[in-house]
């Protein structure tokens, strides 16, 4: 049995917006048994532009129930039933969302009829629920609105069951009917240009991956120690907003290179994301690091953290987006640290700084604070965002079992990875620099190393 649903809402957010219809038809797997729908009040304005598409006007849910006074007869309808919906996603979302606001777990197993409909009936320009009734003759009556898409779209599941049996004989009927309908259950979450064989042949292993667009435009970057498991939860979450259902339905294929380690994923990940500037990638996106902290020492022996811009001439501490960022992150660190504002140089002054006139500032910028007693708390701040030790390397695990990655990190910087086969001799962190290919060092990287290196990992770090 199918519960075949449609719903119209206040928006596209699951997380916020709410259901203002919803219709349920009834289809025993032969035609349409039963059908049911309603009005539903949101407990909230409905924009114009909403109803402007849909026709639903605050006045007309005003005396409607709310959902929660229908939410028994929703349960009823569908319970036991496949849940089918054209984009099911989209529907299934912001059902459990509003069983979820009422503590109650609502789960179904979901067919879609955009993958179903491409399965069966290939070569479409488009499978919009509008553009497709129309390629094959249904009469999409009250558009936009629960009832009329839901009828719609069971019409054209009716047909596609229909398809289905003309392409099989009629001794395999029962077992072939069944087969296609447990296969679109189980790709129902997948995106509509995604099959189940291209998610089943992703490797178990640690690497990258790519989300492609159909006009082959890398749409996202990510990576995990396990793809093809990582790439399956994509997938089955429950979207909270129609962009990132958009997101999922742009999805036309996958790629990935495989890196051994997850260290070099997390690595290489963030260094394809600043390169390519993938849409859907928020985090990690910026690629020029132009301001920097330095550190000299003047000529009385005080350590003296500043920020510049990052020039050839000489490497920071640790790069940064901008001066804005930099200065942000030096005010923060003198904070902590109770450093002087004066020898930072965030206070411009010719006797002491202003910390040290409401008592911040222990007075080195007068000489009254030892040098090596200031140094000490310099440090301190400076090994708080640097690494434990100036030039080492990390070997891990590789592609394959005669295989290793190395990691490189010379003078607190990181300089890039690469692969090593066993025969490897190494008797300088030279050997490991000619075996690497170089990348860019930033903030967002050595945070990265940083924080692996704090966790539970099992490679080899060596020191020279």
């Given at each position: 049995m199918y519960a075949i649903i449609d719903i119209e809402?206040?928006?596209?957010?699951?997380?916020?917006?709410?259901?203002?219809?919803?219709?349920?038809?009834?289809?025993?797997?032969?035609?349409?048994?039963?059908?049911?729908?309603?009005?539903?009040?949101?407990?909230?304005?409905?924009?114009?532009?909403?109803?402007?598409?849909?026709?639903?006007?605050?006045?007309?849910?005003?005396?409607?129930?709310?959902?929660?006074?229908?939410?028994?007869?929703?349960?009823?309808?569908?319970?036991?039933?496949?849940?089918?919906?054209?984009?099911?996603?989209?529907?299934?979302?912001?059902?459990?969302?509003?069983?979820?606001?009422?503590?109650?777990?609502?789960?179904?197993?979901?067919?879609?009829?955009?993958?179903?409909?491409?399965?069966?009936?290939?070569?479409?320009?488009?499978?919009?629920?509008?553009?497709?009734?129309?390629?094959?003759?249904?009469?999409?009556?009250?558009?936009?609105?629960?009832?009329?898409?839901?009828?719609?779209?069971?019409?054209?599941?009716?047909?596609?069951?229909?398809?289905?049996?003309?392409?099989?004989?009629?001794?395999?009927?029962?077992?072939?009917?069944?087969?296609?309908?447990?296969?679109?259950?189980?790709?129902?979450?997948?995106?509509?240009?995604i099959s189940r064989e291209q998610v089943d042949a992703l490797p178990d292993a640690a690497g990258v991956y790519y989300f492609y667009d159909s006009d082959g435009e890398i749409i996202y970057v990510g990576k995990s120690i396990n793809i093809r498991k990582r790439i399956i939860q994509h997938f089955n979450i429950d979207y909270k907003s129609k962009k990132s259902i958009e997101f999922k339905n742009r999805i036309a294929d996958i790629t990935y290179e495989l890196t051994g380690s997850e260290l070099v994923a997390l690595l290489f990940e963030s260094d394809e994301i600043k390169r390519l500037k993938p849409q859907y990638n928020r985090q990690q996106r910026r690629s020029v690091f132009s301001s920097g902290i330095y550190l000299d020492v003047d000529e009385k022996g005080y350590k003296r953290l500043s920020f510049d811009k990052v020039s050839t001439e000489r490497s920071p501490i640790i790069a940064l987006p901008n001066h804005f960022k930099s200065k942000a992150f030096l005010f923060h660190k003198v904070a902590k640290y109770n450093l002087c504002q004066k020898l930072s140089g965030l206070y411009k002054s010719n006797g002491a700084c202003f910390d040290y006139q409401v008592h911040q500032c222990k007075g080195a910028c007068i000489g009254k604070e030892l040098p090596d007693e200031y140094n000490a708390r310099v440090d301190a701040a400076i090994e708080s965002f640097s690494f434990e030790y100036d030039n080492f390397v990390i070997i891990g695990k590789g592609r394959q079992a005669n295989e290793k990655t190395v990691v490189v990190i010379e003078n607190n910087r990181y300089l890039g990875f690469g692969y090593i086969d066993e025969t490897f001799s190494a008797n300088n962190l030279q050997d490991f620099k000619d075996a690497i290919k170089f990348y860019k060092d930033n903030k967002d990287v050595q945070q990265i190393i940083r924080g692996y290196l704090r966790s539970s990992h099992k490679d080899k770090v060596i020191i020279f």
């Amino acid at each position: 049995m199918y519960a075949i649903i449609d719903i119209e809402t206040t928006g596209g957010q699951p997380s916020q917006d709410r259901i203002t219809e919803i219709a349920i038809f009834i289809h025993d797997g032969e035609k349409i048994v039963d059908q049911y729908n309603t009005l539903i009040n949101p407990e909230r304005p409905i924009p114009f532009f909403i109803t402007q598409l849909t026709g639903i006007t605050d006045a007309m849910v005003r005396d409607a129930p709310k959902f929660h006074e229908v939410a028994k007869e929703i349960v009823q309808f569908t319970d036991g039933k496949i849940f089918v919906a054209h984009n099911v996603r989209f529907d299934y979302s912001f059902i459990k969302k509003e069983f979820s606001d009422l503590g109650f777990n609502y789960q179904r197993k979901t067919l879609c009829t955009v993958r179903l409909s491409r399965s069966l009936i290939p070569g479409l320009p488009s499978y919009s629920l509008g553009k497709l009734c129309k390629s094959i003759d249904i009469e999409l009556k009250m558009r936009h609105r629960a009832i009329g898409d839901a009828e719609a779209t069971a019409i054209l599941f009716d047909k596609l069951l229909k398809i289905n049996k003309q392409e099989i004989s009629v001794t395999a009927e029962s077992t072939s009917q069944e087969k296609v309908i447990k296969n679109a259950v189980k790709t129902s979450l997948l995106p509509p240009a995604i099959s189940r064989e291209q998610v089943d042949a992703l490797p178990d292993a640690a690497g990258v991956y790519y989300f492609y667009d159909s006009d082959g435009e890398i749409i996202y970057v990510g990576k995990s120690i396990n793809i093809r498991k990582r790439i399956i939860q994509h997938f089955n979450i429950d979207y909270k907003s129609k962009k990132s259902i958009e997101f999922k339905n742009r999805i036309a294929d996958i790629t990935y290179e495989l890196t051994g380690s997850e260290l070099v994923a997390l690595l290489f990940e963030s260094d394809e994301i600043k390169r390519l500037k993938p849409q859907y990638n928020r985090q990690q996106r910026r690629s020029v690091f132009s301001s920097g902290i330095y550190l000299d020492v003047d000529e009385k022996g005080y350590k003296r953290l500043s920020f510049d811009k990052v020039s050839t001439e000489r490497s920071p501490i640790i790069a940064l987006p901008n001066h804005f960022k930099s200065k942000a992150f030096l005010f923060h660190k003198v904070a902590k640290y109770n450093l002087c504002q004066k020898l930072s140089g965030l206070y411009k002054s010719n006797g002491a700084c202003f910390d040290y006139q409401v008592h911040q500032c222990k007075g080195a910028c007068i000489g009254k604070e030892l040098p090596d007693e200031y140094n000490a708390r310099v440090d301190a701040a400076i090994e708080s965002f640097s690494f434990e030790y100036d030039n080492f390397v990390i070997i891990g695990k590789g592609r394959q079992a005669n295989e290793k990655t190395v990691v490189v990190i010379e003078n607190n910087r990181y300089l890039g990875f690469g692969y090593i086969d066993e025969t490897f001799s190494a008797n300088n962190l030279q050997d490991f620099k000619d075996a690497i290919k170089f990348y860019k060092d930033n903030k967002d990287v050595q945070q990265i190393i940083r924080g692996y290196l704090r966790s539970s990992h099992k490679d080899k770090v060596i020191i020279f």
